[in-house]
């Protein structure tokens, strides 16, 4: 399994203590479009075809480049995701922009939830999110981070409490979790077979020695 994943914007409307990329409201910019196409079709070339993660930051508070980026890798023969908070789960217009994305090529949406995004966002919030990303006809996955294996610190356990209250509904989504430590990659798509991941990150960053180690880990 080959796939890139492209961290296009550290801005988010979030400001989430487990954010690895230290993204908040603070930070500005979004990669440029021509420079989010170069790379995709280069690393395309060089194998990394299953899939193509689009990650933030928020990458819905930039959703006019997010169609330019589709549009053009629209040739790129790969699973293409989004991650997102959910923030737009209850605006109605997200429906529609969901529905062009579709259009243009987006196989699927990640959906950040846990103990640490709690504190921007609701579960209904996110309930409705996944109702429209379903309406879509759109895969679905829920991403909760966890500090430990065991689940035995109280964050953890609100974090099980809710991805258990999203499974009563949609039992038939992904689900992925990790490690909110970083220690280990994004398990996407995995199961069996080995994660061979590009990442491309938004060329200012420079942020956090946390961050740092995150992209060796995912860079492999
Ligand atoms: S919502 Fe995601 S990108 Fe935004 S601050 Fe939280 S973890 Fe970071």
Not at 10 to 23: D, E, L, P, V
Not at 38 to 45: D, G, P, Q, R, V
Not at 126 to 135: G, Q, V
Not at 170 to 185: P, S, V, W
Request: with cysteine; proline share 1%.
């Amino acid at each position: 399994m080959n796939g890139m994943r492209f961290i296009v914007t550290y801005n988010c409307n979030f400001s989430c203590s487990s954010c690895r990329y230290k993204c908040g409201p603070y930070k500005k910019g979004v990669m440029d479009s021509n420079i989010f196409r170069n790379k995709a079709l280069k690393l395309y070339e060089e194998g990394y075809k299953d899939y193509l993660i689009i990650e933030g930051g928020e990458p819905f508070l930039h959703i006019g480049t997010i169609y330019k980026y589709l549009k053009k890798i629209k040739n790129i023969d790969s699973k293409k995701y989004i991650i997102t908070n959910g923030f737009w789960g209850k605006m109605d217009t997200y429906l529609y922009s969901l529905s062009d994305l579709k259009e243009m090529g987006l196989y699927g949406i990640i959906i950040e939830y846990d103990y640490f995004h709690s504190a921007f966002i609701d579960i209904l919030t996110i309930k409705s999110a996944i109702e429209k990303a379903l309406l879509n006809g759109l895969n679905i996955s829920v991403r909760a981070a966890f500090l430990t294996r065991d689940i035995s610190v109280k964050a953890d356990i609100i974090t099980f409490e809710y991805i258990k209250e999203i499974r009563k509904n949609y039992k038939n989504i992904g689900y992925i979790f990790e490690d909110a430590n970083f220690k280990k990659q994004s398990l996407l798509i995995k199961p069996k077979s080995a994660i061979r991941e590009k990442v491309i990150f938004y060329n200012d960053f420079k942020a956090s020695k946390k961050s740092d180690a995150a992209i060796c880990k995912l860079d492999s």
